[in-house]
């Protein structure tokens, strides 16, 4: 029995198509300026820049979502890559382990 590819609406298109060109840049670095904290690292008592302007709510190419401000969350590169792509995926969120080998909170 052949397993059915489930397609994404990124399938196919170049990273402008889906809207992260020029337009996308400006504003994201606008947000940046405005917002240049992570709100993940906020929210645990540390200072770290954000690197990556998330959409809260996954877009899915809703170009009215896409532009929504009040969907935006600035967040570092690092909570962006794992724990965001973890509470979306619904998997579990790993912590982070410092350098004396404890969790971090």
Known sequence: MERSKVTSWRDGKTTSERGYGHRWQQARQSFLREFPLCEMCTAKGRVTLAQVVDH????????????????????????????????ETGRPIKPTIGLDGYPVE
């Open 56 to 87: 809260r709510i996954p877009h899915k190419g809703d170009q009215s979502l896409f532009w929504d401000r009040s969907n935006w969350s600035p967040l570092c590169k690092s909570h962006h890559d794992n724990d965001k792509r973890a509470i």
